[in-house]
């Protein structure tokens, strides 16, 4: 069953939007699905880790030999294994190129991207919401009732009640309780909404983990934050957390638009129309460029994309993320940047962290990874949420991606990388 919230359709009496709700009890079977999901959090985690611990060859990998050929074995990958193979070029045009080449997406020039930290982000985007003139796009994991949420959720009423169009995607594992309150005021005001992969029907892997906010198709945010009051504060006391978010103009907004627009047309909208992508105005502006994921049984952007960064770095490669439990693939990588001299240091949850399973899990990644003079920093005074990469002086990442073997396989991620020095 589709769950959806949307205003009447055009022509209708005016009046609420219609709501159709989940049957009696589905509210407590998606948090019952969620509890399950943990556990597969964990199980995927262990595997991960398995794989990490070099136990490929007890049939993991699924790496296939030819009798002992030379050549076929060079030419026959790993079914389920991707190694991107360089040199890399660094920061500059060769580094758009290869970003082109290897997620099919081309880094512009003519942004502007302003950093934000910790709870900073929700008075920016609310103010982004309140200018807003057409259209309003968002595409959130999690939305939760609180003041975060009473602080967007006034914005989008008082944009949609003069006429602003106002489209809203919400994943429903990560928002499961959206629909009992915040959903139904934001459709009485004349907001679309939509839930993504309902459940407990809808798909248990997969879910839409980004967070997008695209406000007349020429402003964008992206980063970590969730709809919640643990993204309202300093990221210093115990339970308001460490995260970075971007707002940013220019060409790549059109890609986060899109990346909203594929998700919010699986989950039953319909197309955008034209002036959702306007033509952006010309400037001189640093190159940039949003990357969608979506999961994989083979190999996702998000994979392809954290390869690419760690390769291209020449002096320094500086990674913050909540879920450090990478890939083997990434975990070579850092190792052999490390070894070239690289000044490669993480910073990641610590005790605080939101995770115990990750937590444990990347207790076993420090010691492989310091031999090689990896450095690692756990975050204490509350829980790093944070998904940021900068590499040398001028390449920079932020976005949704966590360095998990959930987002580099199973989850829709975003991601936007900058080519700024002054950033």
């Known amino acids: 069953m589709r769950l959806l919230l949307s205003p009447p359709p055009p022509g ?6 219609r709501l159709l709700t989940r049957p009696p009890g589905s509210a407590q079977a998606v948090l019952r699905v969620r509890d399950m999901l ?23 990998v699924g790496w296939r030999k030819y009798g002992g050929d030379p050549w076929a074995d060079s ?26 080449q290897t997620v099919g997406v081309r880094m512009e020039p003519g942004h502007e991207v302003r950093w934000i930290d910790n709870g900073e982000v ?11 003139r057409t259209s309003v796009h968002i595409d959130m994991y999690i939305w939760e009732e609180g003041e975060a949420s009473n602080q967007l959720s006034e914005a989008l009423m008082e944009r949609a009640r003069a006429g602003v169009a106002c489209r809203i995607v919400v994943d429903d594992l990560g928002s499961p309780k959206f629909l009992e309150r915040a959903g139904k005021r934001l459709v009485e005001a004349g907001c679309e909404v939509r839930v993504f992969r309902p459940l407990p029907d809808g798909a248990k892997f997969g879910r839409n983990h980004r967070k997008i906010v695209v406000v007349d198709g020429k402003v964008a945010f992206t980063g970590g934050f969730g709809v919640r009051d643990n993204w309202l504060g300093d990221g210093v006391t115990h339970d308001k957390w460490r995260d970075a978010s971007a707002r940013f103009t220019g060409p790549a907004v ?8 594929e998700n919010w047309q699986e989950a039953g909208g319909h197309l955008l129309p034209d002036d959702a992508f306007p033509t952006p105005a010309p400037s001189d502006g640093p190159r940039a460029a949003v990357i969608s994921s979506s999961a994989s049984p083979y190999v996702t952007r998000a994979e392809r994309l954290t390869q690419l960064m760690i390769s291209a770095a020449r ?26 001299g690289v000044d490669v240091r993480v910073l990641t949850a610590g005790k605080k962290s ?34 940021t990469m900068l590499v040398d002086d001028n390449l920079s990442l932020i976005g949704s991606i966590n360095l998990d073997p959930l987002s580099l396989n199973s989850l829709e991620d975003v991601a936007l990388v900058v080519d700024d020095q002054p950033l």
Do not use: C
């Open 122 to 132: 929700f008075p920016a985007i609310v103010a982004g919401v309140r200018a807003a």
């Open 38 to 60: 943990e556990s597969v959090r964990r199980r995927a985690a262990l595997a991960g880790a398995l794989l990490l611990a070099g136990l490929g060859g007890l049939g993991l």
């Open 254 to 261: 059109a890609e986060a638009q899109q990346a909203f627009a």
């Open 75 to 100: 030419v026959i990958a790993p079914a389920d294994a991707f190694n991107l193979r360089g040199p890399v070029p660094g920061a500059g045009p060769g580094f758009a190129l290869a970003l082109w």
């Open 354 to 387: 939101d995770s115990k399973t990750s937590f444990g899990l990347q207790q076993g990644v420090y010691g492989s990874l310091g031999q090689h003079g990896v450095r690692f920093f756990e975050y204490q005074p509350s829980m790093l949420h944070s998904k």
């Open 315 to 340: 002096r320094r490669l500086w990674i913050s993320n909540a879920y450090f439990v990478p890939s083997q693939a990434i975990r070579a990588l850092l190792a052999q940047k490390a070894d070239e």
């Open 12 to 17: 209708a009496s005016p009046g609420p939007g």
